[in-house]
């Protein structure tokens, strides 16, 4: 059977899961060119539903906004994907590392841009602990990470309105948030004169991104982590540490999910947040991760995608579709990803029907 | 002590969707297919039992919650059949799969909720036709344990009890029950004496959705009035955890399901109890999960889950 670049089946897997939502969108009686043009208007700035208003720079910028948190946790699940372990426990980290870069942003005085650095590096340790138990119970205990990463979500979600509660200083107006941070402490916003909250924490998703490429494509320890994911064992009877690499590995996970924690907290809200529910970015990783192949490219081109499926929900919503759609359409992304040996198949049967015509034409 | 007699009623109610999710799970888990997709089952039968029940309540139908028990169970079972294709045909990643169909049941539920009622959760159901609390006529006059496991209780407790029992007997009685488990175990040696692993296998996990779809309604109808996004909040996962720690046994599922349900029913009781009633409410509500952590790492030294759970079934291997 001949194989298929992960490429063509992550773009595959994006189309059917496109088709699909178009598909569900017609069962429930709405349009689906509305949410393609909602989709255009965040990708290119030009509303299609209203082309007189021409083209307005606060969409594109919305839209790179929504990708930073997305591609970090992509980047999370893919790390630690790449070391055979599958961290959904993205929600969790994401909490902790946004009230470690509250608390840092709130408590220690610094001068700007040295300010939010320290705010997110403190976001990422924050993180890394958060991903440290299921990893050291996975690899001394073989517990599956997936039901104790789920378990964590939720302490920190208790556990970030008992600390900002009880230790940070609340506003004292809504009783639903810290009082704002200091502005050393704030992603300097870089939005051209939109009302876009974009802002240049882009910078540190950059630098994560050529880190998550350099660890694993280009260090011995790296190549020791996928060793580890392909094949435990072998790995263990070739020396290497396996026990050790699982666990840096979740912590090192955790430690990008805290990173984005903390740049929306820095540059979209600028006060620590009471969480009453999840944000989402946790699970966005997932897909992102898996459209991208865990690979580095993938995941920032996974990104985008997921980062574009969000920034349309406001739009979407305008135009009378649900911003629901978004999730479904990453569900059904996923589900295709997961039966790409199904597509493989498929693929097979097309292209030895293709040869067959072929000959006959000769 | 009183108060923990007072206390049981709630403990069972709180534990009897995880008993009901967590005996599914141990079917799809004993045929050799893992189940994370189970959080979402539950939120599909919340939703259809919540939805239904509003609706033909609304209409004036006779026992409307029986329909609507009905309809949960018949939709979480169609909605499992994903993961079921995708990990006995497609050779999917179970937990992608399942992870695939979580984030499908929490898109697809809200986005029906928004089409039927034109907001985030469904219309509250209370005036509705809802059970009530029943005690069971002879075994209520049991001493003591008449008192706590049979009085007073929602009849969902009743059918968590009956299902065990069902399930033990199914499992551990019956050739079905052997074939199943001999599927977990050990598929290609089940397949050479002639068992269809396949289609063991499509049982399980269609059982196991079915199951689930009644848990997840177990749960909205008698704890709640309405489902909304935070319906289930993570206990598909607790009844994974509940699976666990009862080692893949239906009585041992029955006896860390109780426990659950109390961990969860301290938070309503943590104010009267004059030891814990300074604790922050926070950190009462963040127990049952840190409890569930600490019970699978004491209880999950040995390995004693379905050997071939979550493998690839590859009838080419030996």
């Not at chain 1, 350099?214 to 020396?239: D, H, M, Q, V």
Request: proline content about 4%; hydrophobic content about 50%.
């Amino acid at each position: 059977m001949k194989q298929y670049s992960s490429r063509t089946i992550s773009l595959l897997a994006v189309v059917l899961g496109l088709l699909l939502a178009s598909l569900l969108l017609v069962v429930t009686g709405k349009n689906p060119l509305d949410m393609f043009s909602a989709l255009l208007c965040s990708l290119t700035g030009f509303d299609l539903t209203a082309p007189h208003k021409g083209f307005n720079l606060m969409y594109p910028l919305n839209w790179l906004l929504n990708c930073l948190p997305v591609i970090l946790t992509g980047l999370s699940v893919g790390f630690a994907y790449r070391t055979g372990m599958f961290n959904i426990g993205g929600e969790g980290q994401f909490i902790v590392g946004s009230l470690a870069a509250s608390a840092v942003a709130l408590f220690i005085p610094l001068p700007p841009i040295i300010h939010p650095i320290v705010c997110v590096l403190a976001g990422a340790l924050a993180g890394a602990c958060w991903a440290f138990l299921p990893g050291l119970l996975k690899a001394t205990r073989n517990i599956n990470e997936v039901v104790i990463c789920i378990m964590m979500n939720y302490i920190a979600l208790y556990f970030n309105s008992w600390v900002v509660r009880t230790f940070l200083p609340v506003d004292q107006k809504t009783l639903a948030r810290t009082i704002q941070f200091p502005a050393s402490a704030s992603f300097t916003p870089l939005n051209f004169g939109t009302s876009s909250k974009f802002h240049f924490g882009f910078l540190v998703v950059i630098v994560c991104l050529l880190l998550f490429w350099f660890i694993i494509e280009k260090t011995s320890f790296g190549f020791s982590l996928r060793a580890t994911g392909f094949n435990k064992e072998g790995a263990r009877y070739a020396g290497m540490s396996t026990n050790l690499n699982t666990i840096l590995s979740m912590m090192i996970a955790g430690a990008f999910t805290g990173i984005a924690g903390a740049i929306v907290a820095l540059g979209v809200y600028s006060y620590g947040r009471i969480f009453t529910g999840f944000d989402n970015y946790g699970f966005d990783g997932i897909s992102v991760a898996l459209i991208g192949a865990c690979k580095t490219t993938g995941i920032l081109f996974g990104g985008m995608l997921i980062g574009l499926l969000k920034a349309a929900g406001t739009t979407l919503q305008l135009l009378g579709i649900s911003k629901e759609i978004a999730q479904l359409i990453q569900a059904s992304i996923l589900i295709f990803i997961a039966i790409q040996y199904g597509i493989v198949v498929v693929l097979n049967k097309i292209d030895s029907r293709k040869g067959k015509k072929k000959e006959a034409n000769a | 002590m009183k108060l923990i007699v007072e206390m049981f009623p709630i403990a069972l109610m709180l534990a009897s969707p995880l008993i009901i999710t967590a005996l599914g799970g141990l079917f799809s888990e004993r045929s050799g297919v893992v189940n994370v997709a189970l959080d979402g089952c539950m939120q599909i039968g919340g939703f259809t039992s919540a939805t239904v029940l509003v609706l033909l309540s609304a209409a004036g139908v006779k026992n409307a919650i029986w329909w609507a028990i009905l309809a949960a169970i018949v939709a979480s079972t169609v909605f499992v059949s994903i993961h079921a294709f995708a990990a006995i045909h497609m050779r999917a990643d179970q937990t992608i799969s399942g992870t695939a169909l979580n984030v499908l049941a929490g898109g697809l539920t809200i986005y029906l909720c928004e089409i039927l009622f034109n907001a985030k959760s469904t219309a509250s159901f209370n005036n509705g036709d809802v059970f009530s609390r029943v005690s069971v006529p002879l075994l209520k006059d049991i001493p003591v344990i008449g008192k706590l496991f049979f009085t007073g209780n929602y009849p969902f407790t009743y059918m968590a009890y009956v299902l065990v029992v069902i399930v033990w007997f199914v499992i551990y009685k019956t050739a079905f029950g052997l074939r199943l488990r001999s599927c977990g175990e050990f598929p290609q040696a089940s397949a050479s004496m002639g068992v269809s692993v396949v289609k063991t296998r499509w049982i399980g996990v269609l059982l196991s959705g079915a199951f689930a779809g009644l848990g997840g309604a177990a749960l909205v109808l008698s704890t709640q009035t309405y489902f909304n996004v935070g319906s289930i909040h993570g206990l598909g996962f607790v009844a994974i955890a509940t699976l666990i720690f009862g080692k893949w046994n239906p009585w041992g599922i029955l006896g860390a399901g109780i426990l659950f349900g109390f961990s969860q029913t301290l938070s309503f009781y943590v104010s009267s109890i004059p030891m814990l009633a300074s604790i922050p409410s926070e950190l009462v509500n963040m127990f049952p999960y840190v409890l569930t952590i600490i019970v699978i790492v004491l209880f999950s030294g040995k390995q004693v889950g379905p050997k071939a759970s979550g493998e690839i079934y590859d009838p080419s291997k030996r």
